[in-house]
Nanobody, 125 residues
Framework: QVQLAESGGGLVQAGGSLRLSCAGS????????MGWFRQAPGKARGRVAV????????YYSDSVKGRFTISRDNAKNTVYLQMNSLKPEDTAVYYC??????????????????WGQGTEVTVSS
């Protein structure tokens, strides 16, 4: 069982930065691929970034590539999403999620085992 809790959301102006954190419980945190997803009002939830359990592999959606960085600290059971050059279209509720198994499946499949409650990010123009 893994419990996840996001923090770090808020209101920021376009061009600004935020760092989201996702704290996980459980001794096997490093055994899970971790993903960040987001859902804007009226839109479907979409994958933003994924990191493998060891942190050696990462994936980014085209919309955030070059602006966002996903990282993790397994000693602290925490995964981060550093968001730079934020745009109004980045406004959404951001969720972290955990998925065991292969990194490839974590990138290509939507069925994650554990989800956080979400943290809201609003980017003003």
């Amino acid at each position: 069982q893994v419990q996840l809790a996001e923090s770090g959301g808020g209101l920021v102006q376009a061009g600004g930065s935020l760092r989201l954190s996702c704290a996980g419980s459980g001794r096997t945190f490093s055994g899970y691929n971790m993903g960040w997803f987001r859902q804007a009002p009226g839109k479907a939830r979409g994958r933003v970034a994924v990191i493998s359990g060891s942190g050696s592999d990462t994936y980014y959606s085209d919309s955030v590539k070059g602006r966002f960085t996903i990282s993790r600290d397994n000693a602290k059971n925490t995964v981060y999403l550093q968001m730079n050059s934020l745009k109004p279209e980045d406004t959404a509720v951001y969720y972290c999620a955990a998925r065991g198994g292969s990194f490839i499946y974590a990138v290509t499949r939507a069925s994650y085992e554990y989800w956080g409650q979400g943290t809201e990010v609003t980017v003003s123009s």
